[in-house]
């Protein structure tokens, strides 16, 4: 049974600090990864998918890597700003679902 | 619409209520997934259907839980003779293509039910 697991559960930075959140899996056999971001009381954005043939993938001040052989990824946020204040999650695809990690709390303070 | 719309955005039921969540998803979308979030942990996966066919219904669980989708549209998650540790927020998603959970999925903003 796939198993998502992100490190660290809660991170808090001052604005402008570049920041990595992790997530492992333990089964390599996975269609692509995706992080998401919650806020509060909402549902879940998209921020990068990145099929399982891909390395990484940008948007903005966002990189997003994958080693599909380890069973590793990172999120990268550059030029942390208050508005990222959030829970990060990692989800994998596998045969029939996504299967998600417990998230990363991050509060960026100003 | 321009999104996946669910309704009610919160539920509040007394133990032993049957309760029935609805999620209208992305116009023209193809496939529809349904997910459980309890407090503080990911949403896990209860259903899958592609057009009205409930292709994966192995995170349902137990048999108080029924999904349907009759018109390949709009999707029902009923609840039976809700308990306690049903209390969550119940994730829809919806993604355009047939190919199953590989495609993105987007979500809508959710159904907090709390069973008191």
């Known amino acids: 049974k796939q198993e998502v697991t992100q490190i660290p559960a809660a991170l808090s930075v001052p604005e402008g600090e570049n920041l990595v959140l992790n997530c492992s899996f333990t089964?390599?056999?996975?269609?692509?990864l995706q992080w998401f971001r919650q806020d509060p009381g909402k549902g879940l954005t998209s921020l990068l998918l990145i099929q399982s043939s891909q390395r990484e993938q940008t948007s903005g001040r966002l990189n997003a890597s994958l080693d599909k052989s380890s069973g590793r990824s990172t999120l990268y946020i550059a030029a942390s700003q208050p508005g990222d204040s959030a829970t990060y999650l990692c989800?994998?695809?596998?045969?029939?679902?996504?299967?998600f990690g417990k998230g990363t709390m991050l509060l960026v303070s100003p | 619409g321009a999104g996946v719309s669910q309704s009610p955005r919160y539920k509040v039921a007394k133990r032993g209520q049957d309760v029935a969540l609805r999620c209208d998803p992305i116009?023209?979308?193809?496939?529809l997934f349904w997910y459980q979030q309890a407090l503080g942990q990911g949403p896990e996966f209860l259903t899958y259907?592609?057009?009205?066919?409930?292709?994966?219904k192995s995170g349902l669980p137990s048999d108080r839980f029924f999904a349907e989708r009759p018109e390949g549209s709009v999707s029902t998650l009923k609840i039976q003779r809700t308990q306690q540790e049903d209390s969550a927020v119940y994730l829809c998603?919806?993604?355009?293509?047939?190919?199953?959970?590989?495609?993105?999925?987007?979500f809508g903003p959710g159904t907090r039910l709390t069973v008191l």
């Open positions: 998603a919806s993604s355009s293509l047939a190919g199953g959970p590989e495609n993105e999925q987007f």
């Open positions: 259907f592609q057009n009205e066919a409930q292709l994966d």
């Open positions: 116009s023209g979308h193809v496939s």
């Open positions: 089964d390599s056999a996975i269609y692509n």
């Open positions: 989800a994998v695809t596998g045969y029939s679902t996504l299967t």
